[in-house]
């Protein structure tokens, strides 16, 4: 399985554009990227799923390079409500998702 | 309308109760699953069901089992409580295939055991 690195933390201003790289360096072929969102007591939510290339949605931007070794979480223009912990799990099958220990974002006025 | 819900949010128990946690979704979906995140925060899968398999963390231990009465409601039953059983637990659900990767969370059960 597929084991996903990621910075602990990362700090950024309202309005500004984050951005969170996570390392899978032994990515299987046939492995989907997915990103999570979990806000303190609540279950995560699906942020964006991929598994080449770019992929956008209303809520963020996925960035995948052609070796697919890593990938980039884009949240354009973040306000204070996006402060949460962002999970990177790769995975083949959905009931193999591992959730790592994520990255906590922290959005400052 | 809540897609993904559980029942208790809050249950605080001795050492070898046995206890349940139910959990339903409204969202017509084909596959539902229990996770564990415990105080250091990691989330682990425990199990995941549809109407025809039921897949198991080779990790659980036997106390714990899901029961499925029909496809909208997965309940937890855990036998013989211990210590370590404390935690938050997570329902969700999602549809088949690649889809599934895009999971819908209930707000989970904070499991205390005393």
């Known amino acids: 399985l597929a084991k996903t690195t990621q910075p602990i933390s990362m700090d950024s201003y309202e309005g500004q554009e984050v951005n969170i790289t996570c390392s899978h360096n032994n990515i299987a072929t046939n492995d989907y990227i997915t990103w999570y969102q979990q806000f303190p007591s609540q279950g995560p939510r699906f942020i964006i799923q991929?598994?080449?290339t770019k992929v956008t949605n209303e809520v963020a931007s996925l960035f995948i390079p052609a070796d697919r070794k890593s990938s980039t979480l884009s949240l354009p223009r973040v306000s204070l409500s996006d402060t949460a912990v962002y999970y990177c799990l790769v995975a083949l099958v959905p009931d193999k998702l591992i959730f790592g220990t994520g990255t906590r974002l922290q959005v400052f006025p | 309308d809540t897609a993904v819900s559980q029942t208790p949010k809050y249950l605080v128990t001795q050492m070898g109760n046995d206890k349940s946690i139910k959990c339903e979704q409204n969202l017509g979906h084909d596959t539902m699953y229990w996770y564990k995140q415990d105080s250091k925060k990691f989330l682990k899968i425990m199990f995941s069901y549809n109407n025809k398999e039921l897949i198991i963390n080779e990790t659980v231990p036997n106390r714990f089992s899901p029961k499925s009465p029909d496809k909208a409601h997965l309940n937890l039953h855990i036998n013989s409580l211990e210590l370590g059983d404390s935690a938050v637990y997570f329902c969700a659900s999602s549809l088949g295939g690649t889809e599934s990767y895009e999971q819908y969370f209930g707000p989970g059960t904070r499991l205390t055991v005393t």
């Open positions: 991929g598994y080449k």
